[in-house]
């Protein structure tokens, strides 16, 4: 079964502290992608990847920052925490063309205190 | 910039009723596609729709896709307590850029 991992389902920081975010998929996909979802305001682009070593930011990265050293691997790094970046993170991959759609990992719920 | 919008936000229905779903954008889209997100769980990717007008059947759920290719509905007949989640379209622009709709959460009473 192809699968997105993602590190940690439910991680408590406190503000200021350096977050890492893990995300690995094993479908050789060559997109990778960062969301938030918050109540109300569905699901929010932070940071993609088209390939090794590649980045874009989406529609909200300030306060983020994103690293793709390995095909598999995209990982999201909240520099200094904050309190509204409290919210539930879900990495993504797909195919380079999307036509299967993304498959979503289960998702991390950060709580940054 | 581009949006993708999604009506309603909430439904609540009786088992056995009819729910749609319709999403709209601000510019053509070059196709769409829909999500299913459980309760506590993660988007599941459902049907993409390319062509203008296209209409996919899964089962009980019809999926459409407008003439103008900026809007899109999803249908689903006879509602069961399975059905239960927030349903999501997500359009694609012609920049190759997905943009999620915020989602219509269904809840249905068996």
């Known amino acids: 079964d192809v699968k997105v991992t993602q590190s940690s389902r439910y991680l408590v920081k406190r503000t200021g502290e350096k977050v890492f975010l893990e995300c690995v998929q094993d479908?050789?996909?060559?997109?990778m992608f960062w969301y938030r979802q918050d109540p109300g305001l569905g699901l929010r682009l932070i940071y993609f990847s088209y390939d090794v070593k590649m980045k874009e930011k989406g529609d909200i990265p300030e306060g983020y920052s994103v690293s793709r050293e390995k095909k598999e691997r995209f990982s999201l790094i909240l520099e200094s925490a904050s309190t509204n970046q409290t919210s539930m993170y879900l990495c993504?991959?797909?195919?380079?063309?999307?036509?299967?759609?993304?498959?979503f990992g289960s998702g991390t719920r950060l709580t940054v205190v | 910039g581009q949006q993708v919008m999604q009506i309603p936000q909430y439904q609540h229905v009786q088992e056995g009723e009819d729910f749609t779903t319709y999403c709209n954008s601000s510019t053509t889209l070059s196709n769409i596609q829909w999500y299913k997100q459980r309760p506590g769980g993660h988007p599941v990717f459902l049907i993409q729709?390319?062509?203008?007008?296209e209409v996919k059947k899964q089962k009980r759920l019809t999926f459409q896709f407008g003439e103008a290719k900026k809007n899109s509905s999803l249908h689903i007949t006879a509602t069961q307590t399975t059905d239960v989640g927030t349903y999501f379209c997500?359009?694609?622009?012609?920049?190759?850029?997905?943009?999620f709709g915020s989602g219509t959460k269904l809840n249905v009473k068996p």
């Open positions: 479908m050789d996909h060559e997109n």
């Open positions: 729709l390319v062509k203008s007008g």
């Open positions: 997500a359009g694609r622009d012609n920049f190759n850029k997905f943009y």
């Open positions: 993504a991959s797909s195919l380079l063309e999307g036509a299967y759609g993304y498959t």
